[in-house]
């Protein structure tokens, strides 16, 4: 076996397809087989937004984004460069490690097998301005990330991250109350850092909390993949999804992808936890057996002319496990076929089951308009009818080279979803996985505008995004329906349960800003460095809290973490 170091060569290029060439090349050479795309937004924008037709010396072709499911993460189906292509120079080793390719390439004679091997990190320090006590405030993140195909059938990736952090006071409230979904009494063990896992104190006010992820692909033909593995997945075509995110913590999962023409069907099942014993007995000193509980999901996509894409969603959290940590699984929970277990169960059942639909439309090659519904129960003609409305929607457009200007990116999305939705009768039964939700951050109960606005320069690149929710937050312990924890069984003793609305309860508006500044160092790993401010507000009619978090980051971005909530 020999190394090899490769690089493309731009003279030949303009600049704005360069940017979006070395940013998919690079991170895509080592894609020669079916492989998945980072979940990062700031990442796949330039890859959503860019058509490449045929392009010569790229990992890309006849590239529309409406010919993409709606599923995430994308699988790529790309081939490996040429090694000997013409445009392909060497320079120096320094300057390709630290600009433009992976730290480590592995590359057989024959081809047969591919290896790449790259640092992951987080350094960012940074102090809220709002917080008298003057705590500076950090992230120290150390990790790798492994790639590797052998042959053109078989794929592979593993990524380890090892954390300590200190976050703003209203992160830490938010650790400090996932002690609390199951048990009224506070194990700290059980705090969830927002998308990654539980976490164990670290000095004074820090986290130490650690993050894997991987998985195994093979595609025995063309228009067949399956994956065994570790990690999120996404719906849907805008920043939040009201059917499935990558909100909460990583999860197992066997996950089936088939592809004919302008068709892709997807299976996905899923092995999701509470962070709660469930009654089992686990002897002293030995890590306790939280309680499982399966998912499964299927995803129908259909894509018309190259312009417009309608999507069919399955969503089932089926029955938890018992006080022996024993699941009782049926044949029906792995059945392929979308709607036969919501036909077979009805929505209103002891599994938790969720459809939903997505709609993308591309008006022109600059405008996308996007959306979903989700419906989590409907009245039946029995019981109270206000509870049984439960629903969700989402509306957004995207418009790429705003005012035609390149590389300038406008996105606005509105996102609302009405009480009790996600919760069902047995709490552990929720749309949820490691104490948090398997939709969106705010749950359930609100209303919602997102709004960013994008912009890169050569390898200069600003974002600048803005949220404005209005949420019903449950308060004197009555269940308002903004928590998915809870029983949708369980309501207030004034409630009219006919007449429940949007929001209602304890009015929590949540204003937050973000604006930072970065550089992109190199795109293989999206390694940047950033510097930023974030601006948040919670009010309610008794009191205001605010944060105002300026901060600097060395950093590589392949996921999403959400802390705008």
């Known amino acids: 076996m020999r190394i090899s170091f490769q690089v493309s060569s731009i003279r030949s290029l303009r600049w704005t397809r360069f940017l979006f060439l070395v940013s998919s090349y690079l991170f895509l050479n080592t894609l020669f087989a079916q492989q998945n795309l980072p979940l990062n937004r700031e990442w796949g924008l330039n890859f959503e937004k860019t058509k490449i037709n045929k392009l010569r010396n790229t990992c890309l072709a006849s590239y529309n984004t409406v010919d993409l499911s709606s599923f995430k993460p994308y699988i790529s189906t790309s081939q490996k460069i040429n090694k000997n292509d013409s445009l392909r120079k060497v320079t120096s080793v320094w300057k390709r490690?630290?600009?433009?390719?992976?730290?480590?390439?592995?590359?057989?004679?024959?081809?047969?097998?591919?290896?790449?091997?790259?640092?992951?990190?987080?350094?960012?320090?940074?102090?809220?301005?709002?917080?008298?006590s003057g705590e500076k405030l950090?992230?120290?993140?150390?990790?790798?990330?492994?790639?590797?195909?052998?042959?053109?059938?078989?794929?592979?990736?593993?990524s380890f991250y090892e954390n300590q952090s200190t976050y703003?006071?209203?992160?830490?409230?938010?650790?400090?109350?996932?002690?609390?979904?199951?048990?009224?009494?506070?194990?700290?063990?059980?705090?969830?850092?927002?998308?990654?896992?539980?976490?164990?104190?670290?000095?004074?006010?820090?986290?130490?909390?650690?993050?894997?992820?991987?998985?195994?692909?093979?595609?025995?033909?063309?228009?067949f993949n399956i994956q065994l593995g570790h990690g999120k997945h996404f719906v849907g075509d805008g920043y939040r999804s009201l059917l499935l995110s990558d909100n909460s913590?990583?999860?197992?999962?066997?996950?089936?992808?088939?592809?004919?023409?302008?068709?892709?069907?997807?299976?996905?099942?899923?092995?999701?936890?509470?962070?709660?014993?469930?009654?089992?007995?686990?002897?002293?000193?030995?890590?306790?057996?939280?309680?499982?509980?399966?998912?499964?999901?299927?995803?129908?996509?259909?894509?018309?002319?190259?312009?417009?894409?309608?999507?069919?969603?399955?969503?089932?959290?089926w029955e938890a496990a018992d006080s022996s940590n024993r699941q009782h699984v049926n044949f029906n929970t792995f059945d392929p076929i979308i709607g036969v277990n919501a036909f077979y169960y009805g929505l209103h059942n002891k599994n938790n089951i969720l459809l939903g639909a997505t709609l993308k439309l591309k008006v022109t090659?600059?405008?996308?308009?996007?959306?979903?519904?989700?419906?989590?129960?409907?009245?039946?003609?029995?019981?109270?009818?206000?509870?049984?409305?439960?629903?969700?929607?989402?509306?957004?457009?995207?418009?790429?080279?705003?005012?035609?200007?390149?590389?300038?990116?406008?996105?606005?999305?509105?996102?609302?979803v009405r009480p009790y939705a996600y919760a069902t009768e047995n709490p552990y039964q929720s749309y949820t996985q490691y104490n948090q939700a398997l939709a969106h951050p705010l749950g359930a109960n609100f209303n919602e505008m997102v709004g960013f606005i994008n912009y890169r320069l050569k390898d200069f690149f600003i974002e600048l995004k803005a949220n404005y929710a209005i949420k019903g937050n449950d308060s004197l312990n009555n269940n308002f329906g903004g928590n998915v924890f809870k029983s949708d069984n369980v309501f207030p003793v004034t409630q009219n349960l006919d007449n429940i609305t949007f929001t209602q309860g304890l009015k929590t508006t949540i204003m937050y800003q973000d604006i930072h500044l970065g550089y992109l160092v190199n795109p293989s790993t999206n390694f940047n460095i950033v510097l930023g401010f974030t601006n948040r507000i919670e009010k309610t009619e008794k009191s205001t809290n605010e944060t105002q978090f300026v901060y600097f980051g060395i950093r590589t971005s392949l996921s999403n973490f959400y802390y705008d909530f």
């Open 365 to 416: 090659n600059s405008i996308s308009l996007y959306g979903q519904y989700m419906v989590d129960d409907v009245y039946a003609g029995k019981g109270p009818k206000g509870v049984q409305k439960k629903y969700g929607y989402q509306v957004g457009f995207k418009y790429f080279d705003l005012f035609t200007i390149k590389n300038l990116h406008l996105q606005f999305e509105y996102n609302s």
């Open 97 to 132: 490690k630290i600009k433009q390719e992976n730290l480590i390439i592995v590359n057989d004679t024959t081809d047969k097998f591919y290896l790449t091997i790259d640092p992951l990190f987080n350094f960012e320090f940074g102090k809220d301005l709002a917080d008298t």
């Open 138 to 158: 950090y992230k120290n993140t150390r990790g790798f990330l492994i790639r590797g195909s052998i042959g053109e059938k078989f794929s592979f990736e593993s």
């Open 168 to 223: 703003s006071k209203y992160i830490d409230n938010y650790i400090a109350n996932t002690n609390y979904l199951f048990s009224q009494t506070a194990n700290y063990n059980y705090a969830v850092v927002p998308g990654q896992g539980r976490s164990k104190p670290f000095k004074k006010n820090g986290y130490d909390y650690a993050m894997a992820s991987g998985y195994i692909s093979y595609s025995p033909i063309k228009m």
């Open 249 to 317: 913590f990583n999860y197992p999962y066997a996950r089936i992808t088939t592809t004919y023409k302008n068709i892709q069907y997807t299976n996905l099942y899923t092995s999701f936890m509470n962070l709660t014993d469930g009654g089992v007995k686990t002897p002293q000193h030995l890590e306790r057996l939280f309680q499982k509980k399966i998912g499964s999901f299927q995803f129908l996509s259909l894509n018309y002319f190259h312009r417009l894409q309608i999507g069919l969603f399955q969503g089932m959290i």
